[in-house]
């Protein structure tokens, strides 16, 4: 996509979703030795950046297609979004859960009318459950990170971003299913040319470090984290993308991701769910690179189980 | 003092303290069908509305006195916010501390440099650490929330509030000291003549609800409650203000109270303290008085310990 067509998706999405604010503090400058901007993707409507890709991708099919609905399976924040982006759009939304789903996130799903279907917590239960649905009623699927028009809808974060504070060296973006990091470098590539992008992942799921070595999709042999939104593997429409732009993919232990959430909690008084918390880890670690550099990071939401916290 | 007086406390402080953000939620005002916005103190400097009045009274200092240091004693937010205005002005500050004020506020005081000595939990032992360190070091005694010109500080959350959403048909305040609430009404009776000024109380430290009632300062008989920063009593500075223009104080529950406190943390990803959300369960609890309304909330701090939450 050109820069016009990229312009016309933030345009499509803007009216739906919240400007949400680019924060900054001097402790965690201090701490980084670096110049931090955090998107407050946290305080988005539905409580994370989905919201974006998904109302991008519901408001490019006809009316016909609304109308049946659409159907989406998601371990967390796309299946809220999805309700929600369909709710305020009027389309039913089906959501296949896996039955470990965080509590707080099978709550947000249905209070904002996603009607869910749950299933065993393997890609491949996901998967049947959903096409059954789709068969059944003629929803249309849209996968959380691998549907084009989900990863342009996400990139928006990104470009909201330039306009509150002009060019970044780096970005650093937590990398789960791979949606936001590719809607970013596409949005970059139009926009900001000179922007480093780094994504951000636990060593427990560290399939995009491993896949950008490999130059092919990796699994995760474990989904051992906290960063529960970070479980997921990269697809077949992202990846290309990723290999592309992505210039590094920085690694970080659980501890350190607990450790960098609850600096955040305690020193900025805001809430950050663990996901997020890889990419403050990530900057925290790798200091050096960054060193005095402008850097953007993208605080993909807040949706935590206050009931199940790890301190 | 005179609006022109007010003007020159704000003018004198401000150059120290952040211009907090007014938030507002759809769902909170849902919730409790009234136009809420909240005062985000709990991103102030030090976590806190207490900075205002720390800086104010050290500011009104005179060279000579403001070399000698100030000492107070304090549960905790007082304590760490004169450390950091001390430290700013580069003041010597002595603090007085319980012996079971929570860590994060200990920890928060020394960071900023405070000089701490440790007492019992009573008012009477932290008056006689306080006396003996004014007369070992000459420092100036300023009480957290009975001195007159930490008052006039505290006030100006209220009069920032006033150019950040023009009037309030009522403000929410909860009540612990007395300080902050006095301030507020000092200041809204030159620049807010309509707005009404509602405390807010947990049930377990109801003294400013009796102390109304009964026009004089009444005890608390226990401190049983999540709230800590609301454990203490009115003083004999701040009651005849508060007498004079409160017009009424909400009680809550200690459940009403963490409830509130979740429902902000989930809802609007924000951290508040339990003393702040003592307002926010005000308003839901009583919020036939506030239908329609527009509706200010103080929230006064966000400095909570997360090894021990409640939930």
Same mark, same amino acid.
């Given at each position: 996509?050109?820069?016009?067509?990229?312009?016309?998706?933030?345009?499509?999405?803007?009216?739906?979703?919240?400007?949400?604010?680019?924060?900054?503090?001097?402790?965690?400058?201090?701490?980084?030795?670096?110049?931090?901007?955090?998107?407050?993707?946290?305080?988005?409507?539905?409580?994370?950046?989905?919201?974006?890709?998904?109302?991008?991708?519901?408001?490019?099919?006809?009316?016909?297609?609304?109308?049946?609905?659409?159907?989406?399976?998601?371990?967390?924040?796309?299946?809220?979004?999805?309700?929600?982006?369909?709710?305020?759009?009027?389309?039913?939304?089906?959501?296949?859960?896996?039955?470990?789903?965080?509590?707080?996130?099978?709550?947000?799903?249905?209070?904002?009318?996603?009607?869910?279907?749950?299933?065993?917590?393997?890609i491949?239960?996901?998967?049947?459950?959903?096409?059954?649905?789709?068969?059944?009623?003629?929803?249309?699927?849209?996968?959380?990170?691998?549907?084009?028009?989900?990863?342009?809808?996400?990139?928006?974060?990104?470009?909201?971003?330039?306009?509150?504070?002009?060019?970044?060296?780096?970005?650093?973006?937590?990398?789960?299913?791979?949606?936001?990091?590719?809607?970013?470098?596409?949005?970059?590539?139009?926009?900001?040319?000179?922007?480093?992008?780094?994504?951000?992942?636990?060593? =427990?799921?560290?399939d995009?470090?491993r896949s950008?070595?490999?130059?092919?999709i990796e699994k995760n042999i474990?989904?051992?984290?906290?960063?529960?939104?970070?479980?997921?593997t990269?697809?077949?429409?992202?990846?290309?993308?990723?290999?592309?732009?992505?210039?590094?993919?920085?690694?970080?232990?659980?501890? =350190?991701?607990?450790?960098?959430?609850?600096?955040?909690?305690?020193?900025?008084?805001?809430?950050?769910?663990?996901?997020?918390?890889?990419?403050?880890?990530?900057?925290?670690?790798?200091?050096?690179?960054?060193?005095?550099?402008?850097?953007?990071?993208?605080?993909?939401?807040?949706?935590?189980?206050?009931?199940?916290?790890?301190?």
């Amino acid at each position: 996509m050109k820069k016009n067509d990229l312009q016309h998706v933030y345009d499509r999405v803007q009216p739906h979703i919240h400007m949400t604010p680019l924060l900054s503090s001097r402790l965690l400058n201090y701490s980084s030795g670096c110049e931090v901007y955090l998107k407050c993707e946290n305080f988005q409507k539905a409580g994370s950046y989905k919201i974006r890709g998904a109302t991008n991708a519901i408001l490019t099919l006809n009316s016909e297609e609304q109308s049946r609905g659409v159907v989406t399976h998601s371990s967390g924040n796309f299946a809220q979004a999805l309700s929600l982006a369909a709710k305020n759009l009027g389309v039913p939304a089906y959501i296949v859960m896996p039955n470990n789903a965080p509590k707080i996130k099978k709550d947000g799903t249905l209070s904002y009318g996603g009607i869910i279907t749950e299933c065993q917590p393997t890609i491949e239960a996901r998967e049947m459950a959903s096409n059954k649905i789709k068969k059944e009623t003629g929803a249309t699927f849209l996968h959380p990170s691998n549907n084009k028009n989900v990863i342009y809808g996400q990139g928006t974060a990104f470009f909201e971003m330039l306009q509150q504070e002009a060019e970044f060296d780096y970005i650093i973006c937590p990398v789960g299913g791979g949606g936001l990091i590719a809607g970013i470098c596409l949005f970059a590539k139009q926009f900001s040319v000179k922007t480093q992008i780094i994504g951000a992942e636990p060593y =427990e799921v560290d399939d995009a470090y491993r896949s950008l070595k490999s130059k092919k999709i990796e699994k995760n042999i474990t989904t051992n984290t906290i960063a529960d939104g970070l479980r997921t593997t990269l697809g077949s429409n992202n990846f290309p993308i990723i290999l592309e732009n992505v210039n590094h993919i920085i690694r970080v232990t659980e501890k =350190e991701i607990i450790s960098a959430m609850k600096f955040i909690w305690e020193r900025m008084k805001i809430i950050i769910e663990p996901s997020s918390a890889v990419s403050i880890a990530a900057v925290l670690k790798e200091n050096d690179r960054f060193k005095g550099k402008k850097v953007g990071i993208i605080i993909s939401g807040g949706n935590v189980d206050l009931e199940d916290l790890p301190f």
